[in-house]
């Protein structure tokens, strides 16, 4: 072999590493697979603009179509009939009052957090400031695995025998009710409001713990003084997060509210919610009619409704990680 | 280190003889309520199980329902939830985890794009689930497969119409946050070195991601499928206006069929039976093979992700 083709052989090579054709098509697969994968990237902003563009569209109508308006009536949707306030869209005369929804979907929500919170931010203190690493690496998932069970299970388990034990219990005028809704939805948020809060006290640094037990503190002052002190903007996004769920959860309220959209405080009566009331009538309504409208502008509340609490949920978590993190 | 000592100070806390009466007293009750949160889980799957389980049989997951629901098996309910589940997994896997490689190999940190990304995944997780059937109704059915019946089949309602194609897609961005998050935590879990390796061996980054960190962080993207699945077959609020059906003597052939799901079989069930006692036995079949499907995926999901954790932590 001559220095001469060794020199040429030296200068395919280069050549072969600079540009060869096959490598720049292989390139300009890769340019437009790396592309593919950014464009796919983005459903997910698609998709939350068109549910708010379409949800928006169809609800709409209610404030700017002069035909639903007439329908509706002068007062818009909490104007009241007669002095009462009736959601009641297939009659002779439709009312249109929303009124008794509202407090219908406020009622369960509040009754499902009366009893969620608790349980839920005292077993995440359980978890993780209390039990064993073992215990722990067991419980959590196991308290987790209540959020995989579907919803309608949840809202047939509350039909069925959640009802009957509230009715021994409390002896309730109707035997869905309020109580069961919310009882029944404690269920579903209870995973979410301890999952939140768990992470939450497990992001209060250790030095904390150590410095109040070195100041003299029992071990339950320091948890209640210092550690839940410093995961509470955690907690109150684990509530807000519950809150959330609750009251855009469908299935366990059409199973177990009793679905009576009546307007009074009681517990033990039947209620109906913004959700239940979409659920049944979306279903059997004219495409276009007022109704039709007004069961989107509800979705279209609750969407707003879940995207502002959700929002806040998120920035109290990162806000607190901020908070710890800087601190450590 | 500190984590060291810090279960060590959580181990010794419960067999502490001098410990006041303050500290036993709240152990007691967080401990009351994580049993009671648990005791809420048990009590639903025996109840389910018990009332279930004499039910179940080869005739009951094979045939039809007869009777007016009230007699009969739940074989087209099964069958529309499994190609239900499976269309919506076809969607919304390849795209949550091209999402996922996005957000964890390519965007930066500080990235406009990236951010705006997370936040609306977070909020799709967000957003109650019979507002996702507002909009399957509004966006897909009403737009999109009217849009289709105008241009291919003369304004005829072919595709305008609830069907299983339709309420797949609307599971599918439901789903997509729950893939999005599980594939993104694993791609994250996949060790720098590996990378580097990959690369300094000429891979491309492309190359790299496809074969060396997919691969790697394929535990993370199953457990994100299954749960997907899991939760995309226990849905119903979704799929109440856009496809599902009371009930239909055919199974779902094409793509715009409707079709039976069990979750909604239950709900209707529960709700609509003409005759409630007799339907209280097939209530309880169908809650339980729903609740065995879901629940099973779930568990699996969960144990694979324990495992992945794991050999992840014991390999750095």
């Not at chain 1, 929804?101 to 969620?116: E, M, N, W």
């Not at chain 1, 004219?286 to 502008?297: E, W």
């Not at chain 2, 996702?132 to 105008?150: E, K, N, P, Y």
């Amino acid at each position: 072999m001559s220095v001469q083709d060794v020199v040429t052989e030296a200068g395919r090579g280069t050549k072969a590493t600079a540009a060869p054709s096959w490598m720049a098509r292989a390139r300009l697969g890769e340019r437009a697979l790396e592309m593919l994968i950014k464009i796919v990237a983005l459903v997910s902003i698609a998709s939350v603009l068109l549910i708010l563009f379409f949800v928006g569209k169809e609800a709409l109508p209610v404030l700017t179509s002069a035909e639903a308006s007439r329908e509706i009536g002068a007062g818009g949707l909490f104007a009241g009939h007669d002095g009462q306030h009736i959601w009641q869209p297939v009659s002779e005369i439709p009312k249109y009052d929303i009124l008794p929804l509202l407090a219908g979907s406020a009622k369960v929500t509040i009754v499902a957090l009366v009893f969620a919170v608790p349980l839920s931010v005292a077993a995440a203190v359980y978890v993780s400031e209390i039990a064993h690493k073992r215990a722990r690496e067991l419980l959590k998932p196991a308290i987790e695995l209540l959020a995989g069970v579907p919803s309608v299970v949840v809202g047939f388990f509350a039909l069925v025998v959640l009802s009957t034990w509230v009715q021994k219990a409390y002896g309730a005028e109707h035997r869905l009710n309020a109580l069961v809704a919310g009882i029944g939805l404690a269920f579903a948020i209870c995973p979410i409001v301890f999952s939140v809060s768990e992470d939450a006290l497990r992001a209060v640094p250790h030095s904390y713990r150590t410095a109040a037990i070195a100041l003299g503190s029992t071990r339950a002052q320091t948890i209640l003084r210092v550690v839940l002190p410093a995961a509470g903007p955690g907690i109150a996004a684990a509530i807000v997060l519950g809150f959330g769920r609750a009251i855009g959860e469908t299935m366990i309220v059409v199973l177990a509210s009793g679905n009576a959209a009546l307007l009074d405080p009681s517990l033990e009566h039947s209620t109906r919610t913004i959700t239940a009331t979409i659920a049944q009538e979306l279903g059997e309504v004219v495409v276009g009619s007022a109704h039709y409208h007004v069961l989107f502008a509800l979705g279209a509340l609750l969407f707003l409704a879940t995207f502002i609490v959700n929002f806040a949920g998120e920035r109290m978590v990162h806000r607190m990680r901020a908070r710890l993190g800087g601190s450590r | 280190m500190t984590t060291a000592t810090a279960s060590q100070a959580r181990a010794n806390w419960a067999e502490d003889r001098r410990s006041h009466f303050g500290d036993r007293a709240l152990v007691v009750l967080t401990l009351v309520a994580t049993l009671l949160i648990l005791a809420m889980l048990a009590v639903v799957l025996l109840d389910v199980v018990v009332g279930g389980v004499h039910v179940l049989s080869w005739e009951f997951v094979s045939a039809a329902p007869t009777k007016g629901m009230t007699a009969g098996g739940i074989f087209p309910a099964i069958f529309g939830t499994v190609a239900l589940t499976l269309l919506m997994t076809v969607a919304a896997v390849p795209a949550g985890v091209a999402t996922a490689i996005y957000l964890a190999e390519y965007a930066a940190p500080s990235s406009v794009l990236a951010r705006a990304i997370r936040v609306c995944i977070a909020n799709l997780a967000g957003v109650p689930s019979i507002v996702f059937g507002l909009f399957g109704l509004g966006f897909f059915i009403s737009t999109v497969g009217h849009a289709i019946d105008v241009a291919a089949f003369g304004g005829q309602p072919t595709y305008g119409k609830p069907s299983l194609i339709w309420a797949a897609l609307t599971l599918s961005i439901l789903t997509l946050p729950v893939v999005v998050v599980a594939t993104e935590e694993a791609i994250r879990a996949v060790p720098r070195e590996l990378r580097d390796a990959s690369l300094a061996l000429g891979a491309t980054k492309l190359q790299t991601i496809l074969r060396v960190v997919l691969p790697e962080a394929l535990g993370g993207i199953l457990t994100g499928s299954i749960l997907a699945v899991s939760r995309g077959a226990g849905e119903v609020a979704p799929i109440l206006f856009t496809g599902a059906a009371y009930f239909l003597p055919y199974l779902p052939t094409h793509l715009n069929d409707p079709f039976m799901s069990l979750g909604y079989h239950v709900y209707v069930l529960a709700t609509q039976s003409p005759d409630v006692d007799r339907t209280k036995p097939l209530l309880y079949g169908t809650v339980l093979v729903l609740l065995a499907l879901t629940f099973l995926l779930n568990l699996v999901a969960v144990a694979i992700r324990a495992r992945t954790r794991r050999r992840l932590k014991s390999s750095m």
